[in-house]
């Protein structure tokens, strides 16, 4: 899988991170492999700017700081993106 197809599929995964139950039912990952490149961003990210995130339950973290998570992640994803395209 190229890099653009990877991070591609990462950002569709955390956008659809925002459904409800009921359509995460209903809905298949379009890159399936993504899911643990993602968890191991996810923690590399958290474990960068020192959210203490670990398996399983995490319902101790406020949501600022689940939130500053995801945020950080998107910034990273968008950022290797425009450099990947610079390089065209």
Do not use: W
Request: include cysteine; glycine fraction near 6%.
């Amino acid at each position: 899988m190229t890099k653009n197809a990877c991070l591609a599929a990462v950002i569709f995964h955390i956008l659809s991170l925002n459904k409800t139950k009921r359509d995460q039912k209903h809905r298949s990952k379009a890159v399936p492999e993504a899911k643990s490149a993602l968890d191991r961003f996810k923690y590399e990210v958290a474990s960068e700017i020192g959210v203490p995130l670990k398996d399983g339950y995490n319902g101790d973290l406020t949501s600022r700081q689940n939130g500053s998570v995801g945020g950080y992640m998107v910034k990273k994803m968008i950022e290797q993106q425009e450099k990947q395209m610079a390089e065209k």
